[in-house]
């Protein structure tokens, strides 16, 4: 022991010594306290203890010292310390300039538009921080090789937008591009010159948005050559009902082309020969063909399609064949689903379907869609798909349960809507009701329609609608109750019957367990039904601002949504 210790234990010895002497007690031969005072007074003890020695004491201290700074500088190295490649991704995040895009966010590393009078020009900022940056931002061509651009006149009072686009296009080198392009309507003949430099490089286009508010402007952007590495193509056009065909030059000579979208009116005939096999995602506005079979007939691996009109007539089909398309994914408005356009496809391979109709069109619903919904779903049927997710925007309740309850393999489910009308008021009290199993249903609730939906695999639910449709009294009851108190409970009377081990009837089927619930009801719980579910399900309800997914027409829509709307007991599985 050290020198400190032995003292310490000395003085606590001889007080025990002294006090129980003092007592009047006298140790034997067999008493332990003997024999400890024998080894603390044994010379040959003290003699085999260490001397302490403070200098290598602090001599190690130092040392620890030293390799706790050593520790700490390697954590906290300079940046000019930093390896390239982590460089190169810190400023190609610090570069970023978001744009929101038809519901799509995207990125690009220079921005010039014709209401600023300064191109935003992040990278070319970073250089001017010091030598070592500048030299390593110029040297990687993919900081300089994104861009959006509003072309516009005014050149003359700006001209710094075009030398920064210059400049930028030269130290992108050989990179691929990725840009979009705006072209107003004054602006076709005049600015449009400076940026022909983008058609000149056709083979570095790789993801490509063309806005144009004319066609004689979109003409003018629209490549005639070989486009070797373009994968996406986006064509914008603001008159959507000015028909013309897909652009076959492009279609024909971009080999990697993947994605294709147009928000106007694609006309397609007899005389549209082109190869479209490498084609995967179509997505077209409004489309005037013979029939669907007909148009994805020429798309032999398109994966995804979305189509928000058809012009045709159905009644001109002879042909008998069947066409089975390896379409996975599927997003159709109401206006798609017009009587025998779809009658020779089979979509054996569809896994995730969206039908919306638009918000201005929701409260008249036709009387015709409910015979569309019928026709689509024995399509469906007949194509023997497993149908996992589903997304429904806009559509009445009544019609979506009809729907869902074709589809037992339905595993996620999305229910929207951003409108007001009579069938949207408690279309989600319904709508929770009939997804809650039988035997958590009450008596009283039992005797109203809809009828209960089982679904089997459903695992995920979704619901988002606007903050006035559920802010009427309930019309559940003899007395009037706070509409957001009912559909609390209702809401956590659906999720206790997803989430308990019970056995359905009658098949005795096990009830797979909800593993997922978010809500967007705006802010239709208020404090009553706040503190209801989160005394009966111990469910933290929060409610803040924030952009909701964006609708199927890509319109922006803000309200307020309801977040982190998961059950804390069903992350214990």
């Known amino acids: 022991m050290s020198t400190t210790n032995a003292l310490d234990t000395a003085f606590n010895l001889n007080q025990k010594v002294l006090h129980q002497l003092r007592s009047g007690y006298y140790p034997d031969s067999k008493d332990g306290l003997l024999n400890e005072i024998k080894s603390f007074f044994c010379p040959e003890t003290h003699s085999s203890a260490p001397i302490f020695n403070p200098p290598l004491y602090f001599a190690q201290l130092d040392a620890e010292v030293v390799r706790l700074r050593r520790n700490a500088r390697a954590l906290t190295a ?53 030598s070592h940056w500048r030299f390593i931002i110029r040297d990687y061509p993919p900081l300089w090789s994104s861009f959006y651009i509003e072309a516009d006149l005014d050149r003359i009072s700006f001209p710094r937008r075009f030398e920064v686009f210059r400049e930028y296009m030269a130290l992108s080198r050989q990179s691929p591009l990725k840009f979009c392009i705006v072209i107003p309507l004054e602006s076709t003949a005049v600015a449009l010159h400076d940026y022909r430099i983008l058609v000149d490089n056709l083979d570095r286009w790789q993801h490509v948005i063309l806005d144009s508010t004319t066609l004689i402007g979109l003409d003018s952007m629209i490549p005639t050559g070989h486009c070797p590495n373009l994968q996406s193509l986006w064509i914008i056009k603001q008159h959507r009902h000015d028909s013309q065909p897909p652009p076959s030059c492009v279609l024909s000579s971009a080999p990697s082309l993947r994605t294709y979208r147009d928000t106007g009116t694609v006309a397609w005939s007899k005389s549209t020969w082109f190869d479209c096999s490498h084609l995967t995602s179509l997505n077209i506005h409004v489309l005037r063909a013979k029939s669907i079979a007909h148009f994805l007939a020429r798309f032999p691996n398109l994966k995804e399609f979305s189509l928000g009109e058809f012009e045709g007539d159905g009644s001109l089909i002879t042909s008998v064949l069947v066409y089975q398309c390896k379409i996975a ?42 015979s569309f919904l019928k026709e689509f779903s024995s399509l469906l049927l007949a194509s023997q798909c ?94 009037a109750e706070p509409s957001s108190f009912i559909t609390a409970s209702i809401l956590c009377r659906m ?13 005795h089927a096990r009830v797979p367990r909800l ?59």
Not at 85 to 100: K, N, P, V
Request: proline share 6%.
């Open 329 to 370: 994914i599927l997003n159709l408005s109401m206006k798609c689903l017009l009587p025998r356009i779809w009658e020779r496809l089979r979509l054996p391979h569809l896994v995730s379907l969206s039908l919306y109709t638009y918000a201005s069109s929701y409260q008249i619903w036709k009387p015709e869609y409910d």
């Open 386 to 479: 497993s149908l996992q997710t589903l997304k429904l925007y806009n559509i009445p309740t009544k019609h979506s349960l009809t729907f869902i309850s074709h589809h037992p393999s339905i595993t996620d489910f999305v229910f929207s809507s951003d409108s007001i009308g009579p069938d949207v008021e408690c279309s989600v009290i319904d709508l929770l009701d009939a997804l809650t199993i039988e035997e958590h249903r009450t008596s009283r609730r039992k005797k109203h329609h809809p009828k209960p939906v089982f679904l089997p695999n459903f695992q995920s639910f979704s619901v988002n609608v606007q903050t006035q449709c559920l802010c009427l009294p309930s019309r559940i009851g003899a007395r």
């Open 78 to 130: 300079p940046i000019r310390r930093l390896p390239v490649d982590i460089l190169y991704e810190i400023f190609s995040y610090c570069a970023r300039i978001a744009h929101r895009l038809l519901g799509q966010r995207e990125d690009y590393v220079l921005s010039i538009r014709g209401s600023s009078h300064r191109p935003r020009c992040p990278t070319l900022e970073l250089t001017w921080m010091c």
């Open 515 to 573: 593993q997922s619930l978010t809500l967007g009801l705006g802010s239709w719980i208020d404090q009553v039904g706040r503190r209801f579910i989160r005394e009966r399900m111990g469910l933290h309800v929060a409610v803040r601002d924030e952009d909701i997914e964006e609708s199927a027409f890509g319109n922006k829509c803000t309200i307020p949504v309801i977040l982190s709307a998961i059950i804390y007991h069903l992350l214990n599985f």
């Open 495 to 507: 999720v206790e019957s997803r989430t308990a081990s019970l056995t359905a009837q009658p098949e």
